[in-house]
Every structure is written in structure tokens, then in C-alpha cells.
């Protein structure tokens, strides 16, 4: 399984991958491959990438070696007698029956039918001692995928499109970079990441992909909430820091609220994460510093006066479990109301393992409570306060 940004050579590294199976010493010589299957999404793609492409197997093969393309037969045929035949992920029927020893299935990631493709990819693949087969992709959220690499007798490797900039246009790499540095997108489509949702995700990659923007406008609050670490050492969870603000004119249905900032400090002392919130709520003006309190009390609010004895400060204690308290948070979310500024990769990919469930990512989730405890602080809390009934007073 090879796994690669866009451009980071994953079409090279299969063509080779097939040439180092049918080639033997020689170029009459056999190699350890007769017969390939050669699998891309559809035949088109297969062909003008996989076996004509600039990085393809024609382009691959030196002259000696280089084999012939049967243009009838879909078919490439080398000078030791093995095959390669061409297919198409959109009709998982016709590899019922075909049988080979190796498989190059590309950008399997992207198979509309995946699971049946693969199926009867896996029934054919059955000649020889030690049948093999090479995914090249870009990785996405999807079933077959994932299941792939679960499994035991899988090898994985892992590129993303910097890895190959030798071989790209400086222009491309500083559009992509320009556009997609810093988000979600960018984390799968450049740096090759498996962005996994948990299964039931309170924000499935679908959403936390809709709601990136450039710039906040101009914003009536800006908080900054705090998760401090339960100990604050070496091996300690992190302490989540978010920064965030809202627009809060109008009624509460018409409220918008943007992250700004994932703050977040890894292993700090209490007088470093202390430090870092104080010099996030400065960095953004906020008018307030939230912070739960549960874990560690007074001891909180002390810490953080130390340093500002005169900071604006509020403790939040949680009375419910973390799912209740990010189910409306959620809500907020699939009502569009919430925007990320680019650059909350980190915390987003912590978004993506909270479900219904709880928590499915590894340690704790920092980042995704500190974001609940600022969202509940700008947008909840105050709208439940708005839409209170007033006493009349006679």
C-alpha cells in the first residue's frame, strides 16, 4: 500500500513496483510475475496513466525490456513472455474469471464500486507461490480502504507531495500550498494522510471540510477556553487551547462564530499552558479567558492570576459527559453557522475521532474540549439567556 499527495510519484513507484515483478536478470529471463492485472477507475485511466502516463510503464522500461502494446487485447505483452492486462473499476464482472500472480490497482481511494472491484480482484488473485499486489492512492475515508490496511499481511509506505518537488513546477507547489497548507483537504490531498472518521463522528470529514475561510469578519466577542491537563509533566495530556469569536447581532439564529486559533500546548508545566492562554487572549484581543475547572479547582484560576492577577477570567465546571456537551456544538456545525480559519488541522483531525460513543483517538481530546468549552461560552450559554423570559415588574 502506497499511500502519496498528489504528485508525490505514486504512478513511478507502481510502475516500477510491476516492473520488478516480471522482469528476471535478463531481458529474456522470467521474472517472479506472468500475468498482472492492471486496475485503474476506469479504462481510460488505466491506459493514459498506468501504461502510457509520463511516469507509466512504457515510459518505465528501457528498451530492451519495454513491452508491446496490444491495443485489441488491452494488453501489454514483454519480451520474456509475461502480461499485463488493463481493467476497469467501474465493472467488477469482468474480472470474474481472469486469474493473475501480481495486481497494480491505482488510486483505489477513488473506485465508485471499491469493495466489489477489489472482491473479485482478491478471487483472481491466486497464481504462483507468492501472488502480490500494489495500491497506489491518495488516501480517503472510505470502506476498502480501510480495511486493507488493517489487515495483517499488509505493508504500508507514505509520501506526501513535497517528497517529490524535484520533479514538480515550483508554481504548482506554491498554488497548493498557498490554497491548502494548514486544512484538512490539505492533510489527505498533499500529505498523503488517512483522515479516518470514527464511526457515528459528531463532524464527519464531509462537514469540517465545508467550513474552511481566509479571514473572520469583524467579530463582537473573542474568547479563549482552556482544558488544563489534569498533571503537568512529561507523558501529561496536552492542554487544549482554542481561540475563539462571534457575531452575535441579531437574534440567536443569526449568530456566526469562527475559530481562530488551536493554541494547544503539549506536556506543559501550569505556568506554561497559563502563559500560552494569556498570550493567545492577548494576540487576539479577547475579552475573556474560560477555562474547566473540574480537574484542577482553584489551583486554575490561581495559576492563571499569578501571571494576570487582572485577566478577565470565567471557571467552567462540566456536570455533563463530553458527548452531551458536544452534541450542540455539533448541531451548530450542520446548521453552518460555525467557520475555521485554515491552518486547525490538529484539531479538526481530533473532531473527526469524537462520536456518539465517545472518544475513539489516542490520550485525550484537548483540543475538541477547549473548542466545545469557547462555542458553549459564545454561542449556547448566551442564547439560552437571550431567548429567557423577562419578569414584568407592575
Not at 486496475?39 to 508491446?68: H, K, N, Y
Request: hydrophobic share 40%.
Amino acid at each position: 500500500m502506497i499511500l502519496g499527495g498528489r504528485g508525490a510519484g505514486k504512478t513511478r513507484a507502481g510502475a516500477e513496483w510491476v516492473r520488478s515483478r516480471v522482469e528476471g536478470a535478463g531481458p529474456m529471463d522470467a521474472g517472479e510475475a506472468r500475468r498482472v492485472a492492471l486496475v485503474g477507475e476506469t479504462l481510460d485511466q488505466a491506459r493514459e496513466v498506468m501504461v502510457f502516463g509520463e511516469s507509466g510503464i512504457l515510459a518505465c522500461s528501457p528498451p530492451d525490456r519495454r513491452p508491446t502494446w496490444i491495443a485489441g487485447r488491452r494488453m501489454l505483452v514483454w519480451p520474456n513472455g509475461a502480461t499485463a492486462q488493463v481493467f476497469s473499476a467501474h465493472d467488477p464482472d469482468a474480472l470474474r474469471g481472469p486469474q493473475f500472480d501480481a495486481v497494480w490497482a491505482d488510486e483505489l481511494a477513488k473506485w465508485k464500486q471499491g469493495q466489489e472491484a477489489w472482491d473479485m480482484l482478491e478471487f483472481g488473485l491466486r497464481l504462483g507461490d507468492r501472488p502480490r499486489a500494489c495500491v497506489t492512492t491518495t488516501p480517503r475515508n472510505v470502506a476498502v480502504l480501510k480495511d486493507l490496511l488493517e489487515r495483517e499481511g499488509t505493508v504500508r509506505t507514505h509520501a506526501p507531495t513535497s517528497a517529490n518537488r524535484a520533479y514538480l513546477a515550483d508554481s504548482f507547489l506554491e498554488a497548493v500550498q498557498r490554497r491548502y497548507a494548514g486544512t484538512r483537504q490539505g492533510r489527505q490531498e498533499l500529505d498523503g494522510v488517512l483522515l479516518a472518521d470514527a464511526e457515528g463522528a459528531l463532524w464527519p470529514s464531509a462537514l469540517l471540510e465545508g467550513c474552511g475561510i481566509d479571514r473572520a469578519p469583524d467579530l463582537d466577542r473573542i474568547v479563549v477556553a482552556v482544558d488544563p491537563p489534569a498533571s503537568g509533566h512529561k507523558g501529561s495530556d496536552d492542554c487544549g487551547i482554542v481561540v475563539a469569536g462571534a457575531v452575535t447581532k441579531g437574534p440567536p439564529e443569526t449568530w456566526r462564530a469562527y475559530v481562530l486559533e488551536d493554541a494547544t500546548v503539549s506536556a506543559a508545566s501550569p505556568q506554561a499552558w497559563a502563559r500560552a492562554a494569556l498570550a493567545a487572549l492577548e494576540r487576539h484581543g479577547g475579552e475573556r479567558l474560560v477555562a474547566e475547572v473540574n480537574q484542577g479547582g482553584a489551583m486554575v484560576e490561581a495559576v492563571i492570576r499569578q501571571i494576570d492577577p487582572l485577566v478577565p477570567f470565567k471557571p467552567l465546571r462540566a456536570t455533563r459527559g463530553k458527548v452531551l456537551r458536544a452534541e450542540p456544538v455539533a448541531a451548530l456545525y450542520e446548521q453552518g453557522r460555525v467557520r475555521h480559519l485554515r491552518g486547525l488541522s490538529a484539531l479538526e483531525d481530533q473532531m473527526g475521532q469524537m462520536s456518539l460513543r465517545g472518544f475513539d483517538g489516542p490520550g485525550s481530546p484537548d483540543r475538541v474540549d477547549a473548542l466545545v468549552w469557547a462555542l458553549h461560552e459564545l454561542m449556547i450559554e448566551p442564547a439560552r439567556s437571550w431567548r429567557r423570559p423577562r419578569l414584568r415588574v407592575l
